[in-house]
């Protein structure tokens, strides 16, 4: 009947109801497993498996009837069942036999291209991977293309190449990687290299894991059809499915590859998958409406490969087959001598209960008869037929509607958007609470990750500073380039120490911490941390050169640096981390450095004294630091000594210039409570100066505070001072920090510079002389200061420091003549020499003794007389007396600045190799036991 005949979508005739009915039962998917849900048969809920094979035997209506079903597909409620209706009779030109191989894949690829339209919405349409990928190599030619005649080199390659190519045409990536605009705007903007590899290295190397790892590839290879592990390669065998290769192969078997590869696609599309909701959604099987099915075309041998490969693989489809024809498969007659004859009306409850019996019972012997359910549909009714719109309203109207079940309330779009959306709230919120985890552990740990090697002991201090100790190269955020060189230089000795040891373990293997106070200074300029550089520096002189040493009691030696923030006012919480440290690494015997005499200082000294680390101090000259602990040592002198020898440079000056200056000091200390070494020389100079008869007056200043910190005092500042000692007529001392000299200058020199008053500065004093950009800021004002060294040193083989230094430091050559004036380089030097020489004293006298932290102490203390160090420094020699901690008249030399920033030596006092003292000093101590 021609289509502008009809006057209802879907066809009218007795029993039309119980068929859509039917057609509905079978597609609507259910919640759970894979075959539908339970079909009533005589009052009795009853399971079902598999979709049986519906055969409407139509007579001459058969495509009005297709046509009507796929209307009801069509118009289903809420959406669409995914179906295709195809005409076979519409086969492959030139025409193909009825069981060819070509016309079974003809109307698999168009159900394919149905199914996949996205007609059928986004949860309802299949991407046909495996049977795209069967289809394609049947298609193509064996050398990757329609035909290759002539090429005897073989084809495998232009085979791979031309797989390539469709899949860089499958991917949207892949295809503007390599189209040709691309290409030449790649090649024009960015390296050829970076082109090389966008451009041909990694699309060709996605294809080589997506062919050994690709779904579809791997299915091809491990299906049971065709023996495909002949010759076992998956390029072997997809050159037996290419043209002409395949024309050899079995057709049956070719067929059911086809129809395998298909199901397939729409097993997996169905395949129930929590993390894939939309599979949930598929509430209704696909549905192939195949029209004109009969023996003349390919519609039976495709119902036949069906359930074929639904017998051999045992797996559900998701599929339901439709043939509408004129006449019914000969395999269900065999089965049911009266198909022809059973009414609609017994559908239900006879017919398709019938089957399914029948199903149950017959489906294992793997015929295909218990598959069919055929259904003679009776002749159409035209609407000029009497009782066409009676049938019309009892049988059509009340089922025309098809209802799909909703999905599971989780499995629904909205559901998945909100739970896709919650998912990515909450892996953006664990990726920030760990970003904001990880940004909090640097921002405690000075900038460095979890897992740095440093990061464990090193902290961020209040003050934004970096304290700590760093074993593995880290530079503490220092300004100073020739600082960080100088701590790269020790973590690179560190490593050759550990590379000795390993190759030389009979040698005692020691670490010594170098606690310091300003590596970390945040603003400081790079020539006020010029000191805590050297004395570095001269501490790594000492190990490179216990590393050049091959002696069986000469240590190796590794040196960790170490921070306690400006002033040392984190000493306490290093001292804790360092502790901690120690557990780990017993070979950790003590400590050297020691920065600035301050209350923090003391602090961090009884820390140290009750974890049980000996100290040898560099630079300290505080009297009462030798009471915070018995544990404690230093390489300088005490406040008392310089003392001394600035009262008796001072009088010598004032005896032999007469009346210039006059018999009295005026001493200049600061006023902050926390400054030990200021406050503690100021009174050991006003007594010293007051013994030697002079008028001794007293003025404080207050130092500048730290950012957000308020003044330590209402005394005026340094540079006010400087200003108000412009008419005194005596000497000017001053006992504080080499930065408040330089203040102090800078007000004498707005004020008086043209007569400036004598002026006589502490040992920290050096820090300022030892710059020399610094020191010439001032040219015309004179000044003398106290030195701990003799304040000469040069580059060649007459000091073992020195050129231990300019081996290891190259451009330091040239700073040494003003860097030794501050002597902390030779300190640093002679504290690490005193622990070299304690640890090989104990092991020529007790060679089994653990190199333990109260054994090197004591070892320490034992050096005098003839176990004195002669140092870079001078004389270190601790008198023979068992509780003295400080060396015995120890080298203080006095330094003068003139006026053009030229240093000389005024004298010296202490003991110096076989040197004479000047004439002015106080005089020598004699020795214990002497």
Known sequence: MASNELDS?????RGAGHLLRLTA????RPRRRECPEPVRHRGVAQGREGLPVVCLVAGDDHTRLAKGISYFLSHADPRRVPHVLHDVRSGPEPAAPPDSVEAVRHTLERLAQGFALGVNGSDGRVRFRRFGLVNWLTQVGAGGGPSHHGDVEGNDHSLLQALREREFRRRRMFGLLRSPETELAVDGKVPWWVWLFAVHVFPLAWFRVRRGLGCAYRWLLNQPYLAPRDPGTFTGFAERLTT?????????????????AFLEDLRVAFRRRFWRPRTARRTAYCVALLDGVGPDNCGYPLLRTIIDVRNETGAFDP??????????????????????????WELTDRLYGGWRETFLHQGRARNRAPWYLPVSIPPLMPPSHETYELTRRLEVAQDARLRIPAPPLWARRMTSVVAACAVTVALLGGAGL????????????????RFDDDAQTLRTAPTGECIGVARYGFTFHSPDPSLDNTLQTIYAQNARAEEAHKASPERPFVTLVHLSALLSVSGKPSGQLAYGRE?????????????RSTGATEPILRIFPANAGSGMRFGTQVVDILDALRQQDPSIVGVTGLDQSREATNRTIRKLTAVGLPMVATTLSADTLVRQSPMYFQVSPQNTREADVAAAYADHVVARDGRKPARQVRIIGSADPTDTYSRTLSDDVARRFKARGFAVERTPFTPPPPPGQEPSSDAPGPGTVGQRSCSYRGVVFFAGRAEDFESLLGGINESCNSTPPALLGGDDVARLAADAD????????????????????RCDGSSELYAELSRIFHDECAKIPNSSLDGHAAL?????????????????????????PPAVWHAISGVHGDEALDGASGIISFGGDVDRQVPLDKLLSVQHIDGTGHPTQAGFCGRVGGRTQSSWCPPLEPEKGR
């Open 244 to 260: 002409p290769h395949n024309q050899v192969e079995d057709p049956e078997q070719l067929r059911k590859l086809m129809v395998n």
């Open 774 to 793: 610094r020191r010439e800021h001032y040219p015309g004002i004179p000044y003398d200061f106290l030195d701990f060294t003799l304040g000469s040193a």
């Open 9 to 13: 979508p879907i066809p009218v005739f």
């Open 25 to 28: 039962d079978l597609v609507r």
């Open 535 to 547: 004395a570095l520096q001269g501490a790594a002189s000492a190990q490179s050169r216990q590393l």
């Open 319 to 344: 599929l339901l087959v439709i043939a509408c024809g004129a006449e019914p498969p000969a395999e269900g007659s065999e089965v049911r001598e009266d198909w022809g004859h059973r009414s609609l």
């Open 828 to 852: 640093g030097f002679d504290a690490v020499k005193l622990y070299v020489n304690a640890v090989k004293q104990l092991r020529e006298e007790a060679a089994q003794m653990p190199l333990t």
């Open 434 to 449: 760990v970003l904001r985890t990880e940004s909090g552990f640097r921002d405690a740990h000075c900038g460095l990750g």
